[in-house]
């Protein structure tokens, strides 16, 4: 599992607000509500019934007296909107008595994710801390051209094609309301890529930039072109165009403990915040 990168303070707590600030205004953009509760922003669009959408994020210190009364203001501001009450902990900030409490008052782990980070005038991260490594096994150039995928901008059709087969998504998914979400994403200004082999879209990678952050997301691969370079090439397509546009930072998510997460740290992402996202069991507390 991918550890914290020890980073200078300045540089965590700048990245992080970076991170934050381009999470709220993706989720503006997208019809979404967010509302502040002291240390907590939280983050509810119901037209996109996933988790990351819809979930209380921590943007500063929680002082343990205030756990509880936040708590209950999470559950009831999602039940009041109809839907499952959701916490992103934040290894970073989160005082060590929170994953107790949570439990405690009814929620459960539904899984954790690896927020990572790509400084750009820093040629990213290094795999074990500090800035500008190079340690063994870290795909240092991505400049370097990948000649086997062809990378363009597809018909959406040919993206969600692809998007489905590479998240391995079941034959009852609602291609239809997928459709219109990602319609409702190129409106919003993300760009979405496929990489191509012999004409077919063989992987996906969604990027987002505003002020100088690009968030990249959907990254998906074919399984049976898995480990043979798609993600490494749309990755590096990512970050060139990145580049080229002088933005200042890149970040995505991934599973914890992931192929994908040891794919990145070797491409220069670093470790800024676990997120464990803990979902709350209807009735287990206050009824």
């Known amino acids: 599992m991918a550890q914290l990168v020890d980073l200078h303070p300045s ?24 509302e502040r509760r002291g240390p907590l922003r939280l983050f509810a669009n119901p037209t996109y019934g996933w988790t990351f959408f819809n979930t209380a994020r921590q943007v500063a210190p929680i002082l343990d007296p205030d756990i509880d009364a936040l708590v209950e203001q999470v559950v009831r501001f999602y039940e009041s909107h109809y839907l499952r009450p959701s916490w992103d902990l934040s290894q970073r900030l989160a005082p060590p008595s929170l994953t107790g409490r949570l439990v405690q008052a009814g929620f459960v782990l539904d899984r954790t994710e690896t927020l990572m980070v ?46 489905q087969q590479g998240f391995a998504m079941g034959p009852d998914t609602n291609l239809a309301q997928v459709h219109s979400l990602f319609s409702r994403d190129l409106a919003s200004g993300w760009e979405f890529w496929c990489a191509y082999q012999d004409g077919q879209a063989v992987g996906t990678l969604g ?25 490494t090439a749309l990755m590096r397509h990512a970050l060139q165009r990145a580049e080229a546009a002088g933005h200042s930072l890149v970040y995505l998510n991934a599973a914890t403990g992931s192929p994908a997460e040891r794919l990145y740290q070797r491409l220069g ?12 069991q209807k009735g287990a507390w206050w009824g």
């Not at 540089?11 to 967010?34: K, N, Q």
């Not at 505003?210 to 691969?221: E, F, M, R, Y």
């Open 207 to 231: 990027a987002l930039s505003l002020d100088g952050v690009v968030q990249i997301a959907n990254v998906s691969t074919l399984s049976h072109l898995r480990r043979q370079g798609v993600a």
């Open 118 to 163: 790509y400084p750009i005038e820093d040629g990213g991260l290094p795999i074990t801390g500090g800035r500008r490594g190079t340690e063994a096994g870290r795909i240092t150039d991505y400049r370097l051209p990948t000649t086997d995928y062809a990378i363009r901008p597809p018909p959406l059709d040919d993206f969600i094609h692809a998007w």
């Open 11 to 34: 540089d965590a707590a700048a990245w992080r607000d970076a991170v934050l600030a381009h999470l709220g205004e993706s989720h503006r953009r997208l019809g979404g509500l967010i």
């Open 269 to 280: 992402f670093g470790v800024l915040d676990l997120w464990q996202t803990y979902g709350y």
